[in-house]
């Protein structure tokens, strides 16, 4: 199964697969939004754009600082503004 957003097509599902196609395939990784749970932020999220990955490892990725987040607190993540994972949504399409 393929999904299209933005005259992007994401072969993944899964949010580590999603953000190594988006680096990998050569998309801009400025253009991905990334919203992950961050306990004690406002709603316990807390919103990086893609820029900010300096490195997808296998189990975690890293931000700036080298701050280690692990890939199952991802809840969302966006390429160009659009939704191609959402935490629950199989197809990674929003509900």
């Known amino acids: 199964m393929f999904i299209v957003y ?3 097509m994401f ?3 899964r949010p580590r697969e999603i953000l190594n196609e988006i680096k990998w395939r050569g998309y ?3 253009e991905c939004t ?4 961050h306990r004690g932020a406002p709603g316990d999220t807390r919103i990086i754009q893609g820029s900010a990955i300096t490195r997808l490892g296998h189990s975690f ?3 700036e600082d080298d701050v280690s ?3 199952h607190r991802i809840r969302m993540i966006e390429y160009k503004g659009e939704v191609v994972y959402r935490k629950g949504h199989s197809s990674g399409r929003s509900a």
């Open 6 to 8: 933005t005259g992007v």
């Open 69 to 71: 987040i692990p890939y």
């Open 11 to 13: 072969r993944s599902k």
């Open 28 to 30: 801009p990784m400025y």
């Open 61 to 63: 990725f890293e931000i």
């Open 34 to 37: 990334v919203y992950y749970l």
